[in-house]
């Protein structure tokens, strides 16, 4: 029987990719219309604003304004892009602008990114609670030791309440880019994935990082997942990550592993560079990130074997 040829076995993984594809863009767009619109009528009459006023006070704890919490409030609602916009109105000093920046990468897209993560393995709940503890603390650690000292400067945010009608028409315009943007990029990686499976080539790229997956205490069945998630993040990522989690190849205890560590740190590309419109110091928004989603896993593992242990002991008795 004829061996297919190069062309041929390009040609099966883009039709065996497509379907697939189409699935996971369509669950992913039926997430984020209506959680977009959710949020531009939060934002719209004033209720973000209004969540933010009184969380205000833990801020200040760590050494920020209190209308920090606005930008949260709205990162987690939201994407990095709000939180640059956001950002850029309230002009911060470098070190809290930095602080509540490194804070809002772990802490965004709670409802999309949570999805992901809980199709994959992982309690929904348990992730959201990690993200939010994980941001505060990176906050407290970076206050702690990042030179410089804290600002007496209040910062404000002043917004011109608009006719409903243009509001409207700014996030059809905005939405309907990022459902082209999830059509795109969703089923080009799933080609691109069909294509490494194809060849042989997924050992190619595992094989180097062996190591490194290792020293943070994920499973080698995940580093594809870990690659795609760290290069364009979670929600653009969740089609290979569900893939690999439907055909076995990534089982729900080391999807769950993945998960405690993407939740802290993903995105580590995209979402860091557009800080850099603000004048941040990129290194800061990075490494910390990393640290503390190595701790998490690690944590993890340590979890599974006390309660792994009390199980069986409880088995004896």
């Known amino acids: 029987m004829e061996q297919p040829n190069t062309i041929q076995r390009l040609k099966h993984s883009i039709t065996s990719a497509l379907p697939k594809g189409m699935k996971?863009?369509?669950?992913?767009?039926?997430?984020?219309?209506?959680?977009?619109?959710?949020?531009?009528?939060?934002?719209?009459?004033?209720?973000?604003?209004?969540?933010?006023?009184?969380?205000?006070?833990?801020?200040?704890?760590?050494?920020l304004p209190g209308v920090s919490a606005i930008v949260l409030v709205t990162s987690i609602f939201t994407n990095i892009y709000s939180v640059v916009a956001v950002l850029s109105l309230l002009q911060l000093p470098m070190r809290e602008g930095l602080i509540l920046a490194t804070m809002c990468l772990v802490s965004h897209g709670f409802l999309i990114e949570t999805a992901v993560m809980k199709r994959t393995g992982s309690s929904a709940i348990r992730m959201l609670l990690l993200r939010l503890t994980g941001s505060f603390v990176i906050g407290w650690i970076l206050n702690l030791i990042m030179p410089g000292s804290i600002s007496a400067e209040i910062h404000t945010i002043f917004?011109?309440?608009?006719?409903?009608?243009?509001v409207f028409m700014h996030w059809l315009n905005t939405i309907s880019h990022t459902i082209l943007k999830i059509l795109i990029l969703v089923n080009l990686l799933l080609i691109f994935q069909r294509i490494l499976d194809e060849f042989g080539w997924i050992g190619t790229i595992e094989k180097p990082l062996s190591p490194f997956m290792k020293i943070m205490g994920l499973p080698r069945s995940t580093t594809l997942s870990w690659v795609v998630a760290n290069l364009i993040g979670l929600a653009y990522g969740s089609a290979i990550m569900i893939d690999e989690s439907e055909k076995g190849k990534?089982?729900?205890?080391?999807?769950?592993?993945?998960?405690?560590?993407?939740?802290?740190?993903?995105?580590?590309?995209?979402?860091?560079?557009?800080?850099?419109?603000?004048?941040?110091?990129?290194?800061?928004l990075i490494w910390p990130r990393i640290i503390l989603a190595v701790a998490s896993v690690w944590l993890r593992k340590a979890e599974l074997k006390v309660s792994a242990f009390y199980r069986s002991k409880r088995v004896h008795i």
């Open 24 to 63: 996971t863009a369509w669950w992913l767009i039926k997430i984020t219309v209506p959680v977009s619109f959710g949020v531009l009528l939060l934002d719209y009459f004033g209720i973000l604003a209004l969540m933010g006023q009184y969380t205000g006070p833990v801020f200040r704890h760590l050494g």
């Open 159 to 166: 917004q011109k309440q608009q006719d409903f009608g243009p």
């Open 250 to 284: 990534m089982n729900r205890e080391d999807a769950d592993l993945l998960n405690h560590h993407v939740a802290l740190s993903h995105s580590q590309l995209e979402d860091p560079l557009l800080f850099l419109t603000l004048g941040y110091a990129i290194h800061w």
